[in-house]
């Protein structure tokens, strides 16, 4: 049996709009601290570039979380300087759950939650990513594909307390 070559079903980033009230503060305490510097002391204005660095910073770190969903895989890239990658087999997925909180949803944005049986990443989140449902339906349709080719079935197990276990 031919497998088919990994294709890209998906990559982004996290939005900004996760920063909004970070940006929202930093730019009032900076138009406080040009206004007490215009008003008692002009050299204070230079005070300025510390909730700008704190934004350029908070923006940045935004910024660099990318993500990659294939037909095989979900690639979660952090770092400004130094880069990690970590990749979950989708196969491995063993529930998709799909958020949006309120703020998100004004920009038509949300958030993607999976189980999973991977050891490293038990719950994995895509957060404040667009069009949260069509990748949540998209990554159920390729995780039941990636399951028949690997022919792995996920089985669940009644322990002691009548608590359901899942193993895949």
């Known amino acids: 049996m031919s497998e ?9 980033s996290q939005s900004q709009v ?13 138009l406080g601290i040009i206004v ?3 008003l008692f002391f002009p ?5 300025v570039l510390i909730p700008l660095a704190y934004i350029f910073v908070k923006w ?14 979900i690639f979660y890239t952090t770092g400004i300087f130094s880069k990690k990658t970590e990749a979950m087999e989708l196969y491995r ?27 490293t990443s ?11 449902a069509e990748l949540m339906n998209s990554i159920r349709k390729n995780v039941e594909q990636r399951r028949d080719v690997k022919r792995v079935r996920g ?14």
């Open 36 to 38: 007490l510097s215009l």
């Open 93 to 119: 997925v063993r529930d998709v759950d799909m958020y949006e909180p309120f703020w998100q949803r004004l920009f038509k944005l949300g958030n993607v939650a999976l189980t999973t049986s991977d050891k």
């Open 18 to 30: 996760l920063n909004f009230g970070i940006f929202v503060s930093m730019g009032i305490i900076s």
């Open 122 to 132: 038990g719950n994995f989140l895509l957060k404040a990513i667009p069009n949260p």
């Open 155 to 168: 089985v669940e197990f009644l322990d002691d307390d009548d608590t359901v276990e899942n193993l895949t």
């Open 60 to 73: 940045l770190v935004v910024k660099n979380h990318k993500y990659k969903v294939t037909t095989e895989r």
């Open 43 to 47: 050299l204070a204005a230079v005070l």
């Open 4 to 12: 088919t070559q990994e294709q890209i079903v998906w990559e982004g």
